[in-house]
């Protein structure tokens, strides 16, 4: 059974930082491109960043410079670095495996950014 838990989300302040994990389980994480969306209320899912077996990455452009994907196949974890947040960054965040033709998901950890 596969299974994507994601963890770290909370309430922040503007200008903050966050650090969120996703644990897999069941696939074998090392061949899978893996990555992080985000959705906010009334928006529809958007890619926040992506990073691939060999490490290569993409951001959106509206976090670049400011958050950082990672992978720890060692530890079959997938990392999401979040500095400088700012109110826009709120939303629910998932985490995501894909390996063509299997996609998989997490549930979602809610990620608020607000004074």
């Known amino acids: 059974q596969v299974q994507l838990v994601e963890s770290g989300g909370g309430l922040v302040q503007p200008g903050g930082s966050l650090r969120l994990s996703c644990a897999a389980s069941?696939?074998?994480?090392?061949?899978?491109?893996m990555g992080w969306y985000r959705q906010a209320p009334g928006k529809q899912r958007e890619l926040v960043a992506t990073?691939?077996?060999?490490?290569?990455?993409i951001y959106v452009d509206s976090v670049k410079g400011r958050f950082t994907i990672s992978r720890d196949s060692a530890k079959k974890t997938l990392y999401l670095q979040m500095n400088s947040l700012k109110p826009d960054d709120t939303a629910v965040y998932y985490c995501?495996?894909?390996?063509?033709?299997?996609?998989?998901w997490g549930q979602g950890t809610q990620v608020t950014v607000s004074s």
């Open positions: 069941g696939i074998s994480f090392s061949i899978y491109r």
């Open positions: 995501n495996a894909a390996l063509t033709p299997t996609n998989y």
């Open positions: 990073i691939t077996t060999r490490g290569s990455t």
